[in-house]
Structures are given as structure tokens and as C-alpha cells.
């Protein structure tokens, strides 16, 4: 497989994936794999659920910030967190997807080696973008 990133998994589907980028027109769409609702790209590298790492969650909530959004910039996430929460067709009320106690991750890779890793502790934590870019740095 010859792969070139940056690559962007998300969880859904790829009804989810094109309300996405009609809200983000710059984001080009061959950047994004939809892993489904069976969380295959999730679970194989290794990333957990909500609460599954005490250590890690508290570490993530200690890092969060909210976003520096204004009014409108607010009332248009909130307007698209429905309709791009990983939730798939068919959920009664009540039931909890899996989908939304799902983490993720940052991961840089070169060839077939794993230069640096990040798992996220809750939703919204993230690693410094510095940090990220730093990564390659050893290339």
C-alpha cells in the first residue's frame, strides 16, 4: 500500500463524510476514509472508549480548552454536531452508539514505522500541533 498523508479517519459513513465537507469546502475529500460503525481503523490502532483509561481521561480534561468561536461560528457547530455525530441510521432512543464513546488519536507514520503517537483521553483533546510537526523532524 502506498499511502501519502496526511490521511484523516473519522467515524460514520459517507453520507456524514459530504455534510462535512460542505461545511469545510477546503477540505479536499480524498484526505478522509470513513471507518464505519464497526470501528475497524479505531480498534487496530488501538484506540479505546470514553473512560476506559481513568489516567488518560483525567490528563485529556486537564488540556481542554473550548474553541475561541464567536456567536455565529457557535450556532453553526452546534447546527452540525447532530448531523455528524456518529450515530448510525436505525438507534432507538435511548441507546448509546458506540460511535460517540469512541477516541481517536494522532499518528504519524513513515514507511512502516510509527514516529509518534497520541491517544486521546476524552473527546477534544488533542496533541499540540508543534509536537505533531516536531515528529518529522526525525526524518
Do not use: H, Q, R
Given at each position: 500500500?502506498?499511502?501519502?498523508?496526511?490521511?484523516?479517519?473519522?467515524?460514520?459513513?459517507?453520507?456524514?463524510?459530504?455534510?462535512?465537507?460542505?461545511?469545510?469546502?477546503?477540505?479536499?475529500?480524498?484526505?478522509?476514509?470513513?471507518?464505519?460503525?464497526?470501528?475497524?481503523?479505531?480498534?487496530?490502532?488501538?484506540?479505546?472508549?470514553?473512560?476506559?483509561?481513568?489516567?488518560?481521561?483525567i490528563k485529556g480534561t486537564k488540556k481542554m480548552k473550548p474553541p475561541k468561536f464567536g456567536f455565529q461560528k457557535w450556532i453553526a457547530y452546534l447546527k452540525s454536531v447532530a448531523s455528524l455525530a456518529p450515530i448510525p441510521k436505525g438507534m432507538k432512543l435511548g441507546e448509546v452508539p458506540e460511535g460517540v464513546l469512541r477516541l481517536g488519536g494522532t499518528i504519524t507514520i513513515s514507511g512502516d514505522r510509527i514516529i509518534y503517537a497520541y491517544e486521546d483521553g476524552v473527546p477534544g483533546d488533542y496533541p499540540d500541533p508543534a509536537e505533531v510537526i516536531k515528529s518529522f523532524s526525525s526524518l
Open positions: 500500500m502506498n499511502i501519502a498523508g496526511p490521511v484523516f479517519i473519522s467515524i460514520g459513513d459517507e453520507e456524514k463524510l459530504s455534510t462535512f465537507l460542505e461545511s469545510n469546502p477546503k477540505a479536499p475529500k480524498d484526505l478522509f476514509l470513513v471507518d464505519n460503525y464497526e470501528f475497524g481503523a479505531y480498534k487496530a490502532a488501538g484506540f479505546g472508549k470514553i473512560a476506559e483509561n481513568a489516567e488518560l481521561s
